[in-house]
Every structure is written in structure tokens, then in C-alpha cells.
């Protein structure tokens, strides 16, 4: 009896956000995996197909040419996702520069903080229309400069194959570099022992000497868990930019998994495929997640 | 710092000029916003006169600001933003307090295997519960027809015949834009993290003085919780104002759509007005830049919850 009246006085704080869980979340796990299953086109009743939309997905044949994946499509969004994924060691190199360059407590850290976290809080639709402004070929302000000061021809960026990546790259740079990883190294370095650098004084080390050799193995623990964090993120990342910037393309290249999984479940109406798709990018950042989890538990400790 | 190295003074030099650097690389582009806001239309398109001309426009027009709105509905995005954004702010932050004190300071059965099943969910990509989700909104109408045939849960309804809202339910609502992010797993994980470090002496006193439940947590708790759950609110707010994907899959109707949506489509009519769409874009941006602004000590107290979550 104490039990349910313990339920009794609960209910009331949980029943909103548990209804929502239970719906939104926990019902529609359930259901996705279950359409991952079928084939459905939204129009006629879905279809029971076992594993067969995975084996489409990951699936490789024997063709006159050597193996070939039954979905190249899938494979070359998987290219694209990683490929797109380079970027983050470069933003968190960066991150980490500036981060060390603000603890030096130079006069106004406060404003410097302040415009390097900026793009990171106006990240969005208005900025990506900015930058595929900046990167038009012939008017945009990227090429104008190139021009200007390097008197280089600059590609054509957005519509180019080999430019469209790095373009969102640099974009994704722009955004991410002074933003919330740049916070956690400069709370990072906060917690570096200065006993360490004084010691490393004492032994005349040099400037570059102490941020290789002390500094930044001070704050692995932070690096790793930024890198997982952005790995979990970057394999779901990229629609956004790539749906408003490029459409996709030219020719897929910026066509991410996510990309993917929304072209195959709203433009192609495969319910069933993209779910399948889905359940094949949670079950890679699942292992992230793990790798994460037991950094967490081993600093905790 | 007793005798300041020439070493040191270099490195510090250095690091300025770095910082600047990196400082004016950051806002440029966001003054090349602004700047071309305020060109006139052909200006955009004129590579003479060197590279700080595409910062100085000929004139400024002003004017641009007041045209935003003279080939899409962009009021209505704007509108549609702004009620969007402030009630799953406070929806959201609402149930997840709720829903945290349960955890916090609760005792019921099954209270440690919910909260593991809230944070094993967080892990789960968007993409996977986004299709079924919006499924469910396409086949509600319909569902609840059977349910309640005398409400025409399909219909579009408008106010004062002149403007249109929406359905009720289902795709191209109100509902559709908010209902699916009017919780969080993360915000309650969140909050009930925060909660737990309170101190307790506070609730046990007002217990004796005879507070019910409601009135402890309305009274004693949220009011030593306001940081966090400004820290939550400003997250919250920046998601659902900047959230691009859900209100795109799930509006069709123009007057549905939020801003992010409807700048999207802006460029697409013919040929894109530069200038009028960086200053529907500058004008878009002017919330989360004021939040950011008011909001910062928030933002970095969050980040410190934040990394512990994974």
C-alpha cells in the first residue's frame, strides 16, 4: 500500500514529461525499429521484410568489376559524414589555442570570450545563407578577398565536387571553434596544477615545450571527451547545412547520412529504409557513447 | 609576476595579436551581414573598388528592413517563431522541473529504473524516433476522427476568417511545431542533477510547517533553482528558435512555417534578393544575440553540467 501511494504523490511532477517520454521517445524507438523491419511508403500498408532493408544498406555483391555495395548511395554518404568528420581535429586544435591564449589573463579575456563564443550562439539557418553568400563563385566575399590580396582564382566553392565539403568545413570551423569546446579547455586549463609549470620553469623549459609537454597532456581527459562528444555529433550532423547551402549536392557530395535519412523517409517516402538507416547510425554512436561513458567513469574514479 | 620576463612580454604580444586576429576573423562575417543588409539590390554584384567596399555599402538603406517581408510572409515566421520558442521554453522547463523533483527528492517504486531509462534514451540520435514521430502526426487527425468524429480534427482553422492557424492536430499545427519537444530527457537529467545538491534542511522545514508537496517545490525549491533553470530556458530557447529539420518535415502550409523554414524558401523565390535576405537573416538573429548577451553566465554554468553529461 505505502507503494502506491508513494506512486500517488509522484504522479502528478512525472505524468507531463513522462507522457511525452513515453510517446515521443520510448513509444517511437519501439516503432522505428519495428518499421526498420518493413517497407512502407506511407500510401499502402507496410510490408514485413525481416532484415532485408540492413542487408540493402550494408549489403555487398559480387559484380564483373570486384565487390560492389548494393547502395552505393549509402556508402558514399557514409564517405561523405566522415570526410566531413576531418574537421574536427583542426576546430579542436583551435579550441585549444585559443583557450590557452585566453588564460593568460590578458586585459579583456572577457571580450575576446565573448565575440569567439558569437558564432556558436548564431549558428543556424541566417548564418548558413551568409556563408553560401560568401561563397558564391563570382560575387561572394571569400573569392573577392582571394582575389584581392592573393590574386588567386578562387573555386567555385558550393558548386564545385572537390569545394563543397571543405567549404562547409571552413563554415563548420567558423562556428565551432570559439564555442562551448573552447570553454571546457579554458575550464580545463583552470585546473592545471601550477606547481607543474613552475617546475617546468625551474627547468628553463621553453614556451612551446610546456604547452606540448605539460599542458596539453594535462587535459587529455577533456580532448577525449570533446572528441567523442564531436565524433556522436558529427556522424548526425550535416542536414542542415547541406539541405539549405547545397541541396546535397553537386553530385551527393554533401549528402551526409542524415541527408540520407531524410531524402529516403520525406522525398522518397521509404519509411521503412530510412529507419533501418537510422538504426545503423545510432548503433555506430553507440560505441562512442561507450568509449565515453568509461572515460567519464574513469575520471570519476 | 614579480619581474616580467621580455619572454613573457613577447608570448603576450604574440597571444594579443593572435586574439585579435582570430577576434576580427570571427566578426567579419557577421559585419558582412550587416553590411550587405543595407545595399541596394544591384550593389551586391559590384566587384569594383577594392574589398572594404563590400563592408561600406554607397548608402545605407535602411529601408531594406522594411521590406523583409514583401515576397514571403515574414512577420508571420517571425510570429510563428516567437510563440513557437516561448512555449516550449516554458513547457519544456516546466515539466522537466517537475518531472526532476520526482527524481530528486521522490521515493517510488521503479524511481532508479526510469531514471536509467531517461538516460539511456539520450544517446539515441534524433533521426531515429524523427520518422515514427512523424508518422504519428500524419495519422493523428485521423486516429482521433474515429475516437471524436464530432470535432473536424482535420480542418484548417482561422481566426476571424482572415487568419489561418492551422489544424488542430497533426501536420501543419501549432501542436506538431511544439507537442514532441514539450519534454526532455536531457533538461530533466539536468535539473534533477541540480536538485540533489540542494540543500534538504530547507524542504524538511516547510515539511513541518505543514507544506504539501506542491507548495515545497513551488515555494522552496524553483526559487533556489533559478539558475538552472535559466540555464535550461536559454538552451531550450536556441534549440527550438534555431530547430530547422522537425517544423521543415512537418509544416506544409507558408503560414505554418517557422523562420529558419521560411528564410530557407526565401532564397528559392527568384532570383535570391541578397540584401533583403541578410536583413531577414540580421533580424532573425537579434533574439539569440540578446539572450547570449543578458544570459552568459548561464550559458558557461551550463557547460559544466553539460560535460557531464554522455
Not at chain 1, 201 to 217: M, Y
Not at chain 2, 74 to 102: D, E, H, I, K, P
Not at chain 2, 105 to 117: E, V
Not at chain 2, 290 to 310: C, D, E, P
Request: with cysteine.
Amino acid at each position: 500500500m505505502k507503494k502506491w501511494s508513494q506512486l500517488l504523490r509522484a504522479l502528478p511532477f512525472l505524468a507531463p514529461n513522462l507522457a511525452g517520454f513515453l510517446v515521443f521517445t520510448l513509444g517511437a524507438v519501439v516503432v522505428s525499429f519495428y518499421l526498420s523491419l518493413t517497407e512502407w511508403d506511407l500510401l499502402t500498408p507496410p510490408r514485413f521484410v525481416g532484415l532485408a532493408n540492413y542487408a540493402s544498406l550494408l549489403g555487398w555483391h559480387r559484380a564483373e568489376t570486384g565487390w560492389e555495395p548494393l547502395d552505393p548511395e549509402f556508402w558514399q554518404a557514409c564517405y561523405n559524414t566522415l570526410f566531413m568528420m576531418l574537421g574536427i581535429p583542426p576546430t579542436m586544435l583551435g579550441s585549444f589555442l585559443l583557450a590557452c591564449a585566453l588564460n593568460q589573463k590578458l586585459a579583456g579575456e572577457r571580450i575576446f570570450r565573448l565575440v569567439f563564443f558569437l558564432p556558436s550562439i548564431v549558428a543556424g539557418v541566417a548564418v548558413m545563407l551568409l556563408w553560401k553568400w560568401m561563397f558564391n563563385a563570382d560575387y561572394g566575399l571569400i573569392n573577392r578577398a582571394l582575389w584581392t590580396i592573393f590574386g588567386v582564382q578562387g573555386p567555385t566553392w558550393l558548386t564545385s565536387v572537390a569545394w563543397a565539403k571543405p567549404a562547409l568545413m571552413l563554415m563548420g570551423f567558423w562556428t565551432a571553434v570559439g564555442g562551448f569546446n573552447m570553454m571546457l579547455y579554458l575550464a580545463a586549463l583552470q585546473n592545471v596544477p601550477k606547481e607543474l609549470y613552475e617546475a617546468a620553469e625551474i627547468d628553463g623549459a621553453g614556451r612551446w615545450s610546456v604547452l606540448w609537454h605539460i599542458t596539453w597532456p594535462m587535459v587529455t581527459p577533456t580532448t577525449f571527451f570533446i572528441l567523442t562528444m564531436s565524433i556522436i555529433g558529427g556522424f548526425q550532423s550535416g542536414f542542415d547545412a547541406a539541405y539549405v547551402m547545397t541541396g546535397g549536392g553537386p553530385a551527393r557530395s554533401t549528402t551526409t547520412i542524415s541527408y540520407f535519412i531524410y531524402n529516403h523517409a520525406y522525398e522518397l517516402l521509404n519509411m521503412g529504409y530510412a529507419a533501418a538507416a537510422a538504426w545503423v547510425l545510432f548503433a555506430v554512436v553507440f560505441v562512442f557513447t561507450l568509449l565515453n561513458w568509461r572515460n567519464a567513469r574513469g575520471r570519476m574514479q | 609576476m614579480s619581474s616580467p620576463r621580455p619572454a613573457l612580454t613577447l608570448s603576450r604580444a604574440l597571444s594579443y595579436a593572435a586574439l585579435v586576429g582570430v577576434g576580427a576573423s570571427m566578426l567579419l562575417p557577421l559585419a558582412f551581414m550587416i553590411a550587405t543588409s543595407l545595399k541596394d539590390t544591384q550593389e551586391v554584384y559590384d566587384n569594383s573598388g577594392g574589398l572594404f567596399r563590400a563592408f561600406l555599402p554607397q548608402k545605407l538603406l535602411w529601408g531594406n528592413y522594411a521590406h523583409v517581408a514583401d515576397v514571403v510572409p515574414y512577420w508571420r515566421f517571425y510570429a510563428n517563431s516567437v510563440f513557437v520558442a516561448a512555449l516550449v521554453t516554458t513547457g519544456q522547463v516546466a515539466t522537466c522541473a517537475m518531472a526532476a523533483y520526482a527524481f530528486a527528492r521522490l521515493q517510488f517504486p521503479g524511481r532508479d529504473f526510469l531514471f536509467f531509462g531517461y538516460l539511456a534514451t539520450m544517446m539515441i540520435p534524433g533521426a531515429v524516433t524523427m520518422v515514427p514521430n512523424f508518422i504519428l502526426l500524419a495519422a493523428l487527425p485521423d486516429w482521433l476522427a474515429k475516437i471524436a468524429p464530432s470535432i473536424p480534427w482535420a480542418a484548417y482553422w482561422t481566426i476571424g476568417d482572415t487568419i489561418p492557424v492551422g489544424r488542430l492536430v497533426g501536420l501543419d499545427s501549432y501542436f506538431a511545431l511544439i507537442g514532441p519537444s514539450l519534454f526532455s530527457a536531457y533538461g530533466t537529467f539536468m535539473l534533477r542533477q541540480f536538485f540533489i545538491t540542494l540543500p534538504r534542511e530547507l524542504e524538511e522545514a516547510a515539511e513541518l510547517d505543514g507544506c504539501g508537496l506542491w507548495r515545497i517545490f513551488r515555494h522552496v525549491t524553483l526559487p533556489l533553482s533559478l539558475p538552472a533553470l535559466a540555464t535550461l530556458g536559454i538552451f531550450t530557447f536556441l534549440g527550438a528558435w534555431g530547430s530547422f529539420m522537425w517544423p521543415l518535415v512537418v509544416t506544409n502550409k507558408e503560414f505554418m512555417r517557422t523562420l529558419p523554414v521560411g528564410l530557407q524558401a526565401f532564397q528559392g523565390q527568384n532570383a535570391t534578393n541578397w540584401p533583403l535576405l541578410m536583413a531577414a537573416s540580421v533580424l532573425m538573429l537579434l533574439p539569440s544575440v540578446a539572450i547570449f548577451l543578458f544570459g552568459q553566465r548561464f550559458i558557461v554554468s551550463g557547460l559544466q553540467v553539460g560535460a557531464v553529461k554522455g
